[in-house]
């Protein structure tokens, strides 16, 4: 386990839109992240069933928001999504992501690869700000969205409690595109 963990440190990893045959794979490596994980998005109730990854895939493919996965000698090593950070239109330009890692390779640069991707998609469709909530005690991803220009903007004391404890949660926030430096692209007219 140990040698196929070290090649895969090696190994090319690729981000992919996601597809109906990986959902198995995602939620394996979500039920994971709910059982042992910290992460503030996720709880021990609700488990999504694979219909439910599915129906959001759909939802978000209809939208036209990223739905990712990481690919690692063929198989699903992580998964990313956005969605749009509250349903007002005042608020459209911004998106809020998350990102799940299989336990076996955290540290392998699939957190990285996947936000990239994020990022790279979410600017080219015109997003200006795009948001993250991550468990305090989360310092490996914590670290990583530093890294790509996310900037902590948000400290919430207590808000989740799982594992028998309460847990804080801070909100990283970075800037896509010229972020709020200019407005936005007028809306394309309507066909009449």
């Not at 939620?27 to 994980?37: K, Q, T």
Request: charge should be positive; charged fraction near 25%; glycine fraction near 8%.
């Amino acid at each position: 386990m140990e040698n196929d963990h070290k090649r895969a440190a090696h190994a090319e990893i690729t981000v992919r839109a996601s597809r109906d045959s990986d959902v198995d794979a995602m939620l394996s490596i979500y039920r994971r992240h709910i059982r042992h994980g910290v992460d503030d998005s996720v709880d021990d109730s609700g488990t999504p069933e694979p219909d439910d990854l599915r129906d959001r895939r759909k939802n978000l493919r209809n939208t036209r928001l990223p739905h990712l996965v990481a690919i690692c000698n063929g198989e699903v090593v992580g998964y990313a999504y956005v969605v749009l950070f509250r349903k007002r239109p005042a608020y459209r330009y911004t998106v809020k992501h998350s990102i799940y890692v299989h336990h076996q390779y955290v540290g392998q640069r699939v957190g990285g690869k996947l936000l990239q991707e994020l990022i790279d998609t979410c600017a080219a469709a015109g997003f200006r700000q795009m948001i993250g909530y991550i468990d305090s005690d989360n310092t490996a991803s914590l670290t990583l969205h530093e890294r790509f220009g996310f900037a902590r903007v948000g400290h919430l004391p207590g808000v989740a409690y799982r594992h028998g404890h309460w847990s804080d949660s801070v909100m990283m926030q970075r800037s896509l595109a010229a972020g709020s430096t200019e407005p936005p692209p007028p809306p394309p007219l309507s066909r009449r």
